[in-house]
């Protein structure tokens, strides 16, 4: 064969290998479109319409959530105005901040706006953001603080009296606007729209002095007016009584119903200004807002929701979100003790009160007047009067099966009758190995250590000094709010 004819050859071979290997990646290609896919599982009407949601899905941008911190200095309402730049889907953007309801936004030519009005509690704005994202989103967020949201009006008593007050609460929020409002020294909380105000009527026992009426509203600055009509008439079946003082008393002042000779070494009538401090601190086991007894409250105890005035002490109960122990809590309430200023070994201690009540004349919430030592259960814990159930009951906790109750007569503790809608008196008599309660000058029962005169049952009476603890919580889902636990006054004797 002559070279030419070599020459030749080797291109015929050449292209012939180079058809083989096209071939072969042609039928795999084949081979691979051949393959199942979902518009071969369809019928022939249904395959443009998903041919058509796929590549709408190929589309769509993943879906993108994130948390944005703004930091401010001091708690109040803000006006917040966010600004966005981006591009996202049709369906735009859900922005929360704070506390605030959700809200749709919108980029149009890859530019959108949020301004909304909200309260902070301090140090931090939290906006939450969430949306389908073409491509980076840029912020630009100012805040800024508004005027007080709080409305005060003052009205002059020239002589003192029962009034009625009326006070009306409006809003110029389409939102619900829930609206803290202190009369005088009690605490309601009420509910106000555009074109739907609220209304408070009270009557109240008034000093010739001034009454000092406050609204917070949850959105916006509320309106409100106050009107005053002093009562000339009789005191209606309706209105709580006046506290009587302690100089309406003729003579010694002695336990109410129980016999014996008794000396007076703890009295405070609650007539005074203010709080005696020398004896008493608000709270729970610290200063300023503490933290309930128990983990289950779902109140903070804050030392403005104790209040003496008019011969009384207030206790007061209501719907205020508050924070303490480093969380939040969405009741507040009032409690005192005289831990570290006042305890007591034996003897006895009466409490008149008004208690808390429901619709039904049930005892509201968990109103408590109690005494407790130092080491808990060893050192024993009193519970002279204890709202449980509706009811109002009387217990002893000691070292016997770990602090368990032992109620008053050896069974529930909680006597019947009627112990709301009225002043009361609540005493237990705290005796070496026994305890005997009686609720206004009637013995309810008892409790000792040994023997059977009180009941079948015994528990250790321990003998360690025990405080005074005076306190309106709850412990259960079905708080009623605003309430008050009245208290008129509470003393201890000894033999």
Not at 175 to 201: C, M, S
Not at 268 to 296: H, K, M, P, Q, Y
């Amino acid at each position: 064969m002559s070279r030419r004819s070599v020459a030749l050859w080797r291109v015929v071979y050449r292209s012939l290998v180079t058809l083989a290997i096209v071939a072969v990646s042609t039928m795999g290609v084949a081979t691979a479109s051949a393959a199942p896919t979902r518009a071969g599982l369809l019928t022939r009407s249904e395959q443009p319409r998903a041919r058509i949601a796929d590549a709408h899905k190929a589309a769509e941008p993943p879906m993108v959530a994130f948390v944005v911190r703004r930091h401010i200095a001091t708690r109040g309402f803000y006006s917040v105005r966010v600004k966005f730049i981006g591009r996202a889907v049709a369906g735009g953007l859900r922005v929360r901040v704070s506390r605030a309801p959700v809200e749709r936004v919108r980029l149009r030519d890859r530019h959108g706006a949020l301004a909304i009005r909200v309260w902070s509690h301090g140090y931090t704005l939290v906006l939450h953001i969430r949306g389908h994202l073409e491509a980076r989103l840029r912020l630009q967020i100012s805040a800024r603080h508004l005027p007080d949201p709080d409305r005060s009006v003052k009205k002059h008593i020239a002589t003192a009296g029962l009034y009625k007050v009326r006070v009306v609460v409006s809003t110029t929020s389409d939102i619900a606007n829930h609206v803290k409002l202190k009369i005088g020294t009690t605490h309601y909380l009420v509910t106000a729209r555009r074109n739907d105000p609220a209304t408070v009527t009270a009557e109240m026992q008034l000093a010739a002095s001034v009454l000092a009426v406050k609204a917070s509203g949850s959105h916006t600055r509320p309106d409100m007016t106050v009107r005053l009509a002093k009562i000339t008439a009789a005191t209606p079946a309706s209105a709580p009584p006046a506290a009587p003082t302690a100089t309406t008393a003729a003579g010694p002042i002695v336990p109410t119903g129980v016999p014996g000779t008794w000396n007076l070494i703890f009295d405070d009538e609650f007539n005074g200004a203010g709080l005696n401090t020398a004896d008493w601190s608000t709270g729970w086991f610290g200063s300023g807002i503490t933290r309930g007894v128990s983990s289950n409250e779902p109140e903070c105890y804050d030392p403005s929701h104790v209040a003496e005035a008019n011969g009384e002490l207030d206790l007061n109960f209501s719907q205020e979100s508050e924070s303490c122990n480093g969380v939040s809590q969405p009741y507040t309430s009032g409690m005192i003790t005289t831990n570290g200023k006042f305890s007591f070994t034996y003897g006895l201690i009466e409490f008149r009160a008004w208690l808390p009540s429901t619709s039904n004349g049930q005892v509201a919430d968990w109103p408590g007047l109690w005494t407790d030592g130092q080491d808990w259960p060893t050192d024993g814990e009193i519970d002279v009067a204890e709202g449980l159930g509706g009811s109002v009951c009387a217990h002893f906790h000691g070292p016997t099966d770990n602090g368990a109750g032992y109620g008053a007569g050896g069974i529930t503790g909680c006597p019947p009758g009627t112990y709301t809608g009225g002043w009361h008196t609540f005493a237990a008599d705290w005796e070496p190995g026994i305890v005997t309660w009686y609720y206004d000058g009637h013995d309810i029962g008892c409790i000792s250590t040994t023997g059977s005169a009180c009941a079948a049952v015994n528990t250790t009476i321990t003998s360690s000094p025990m405080y005074i603890i005076m306190g309106l919580g709850s412990s259960s889902n079905a708080e009623t709010a605003p309430v008050s636990l009245r208290v008129d006054y509470v003393r201890v004797w000894q033999h």
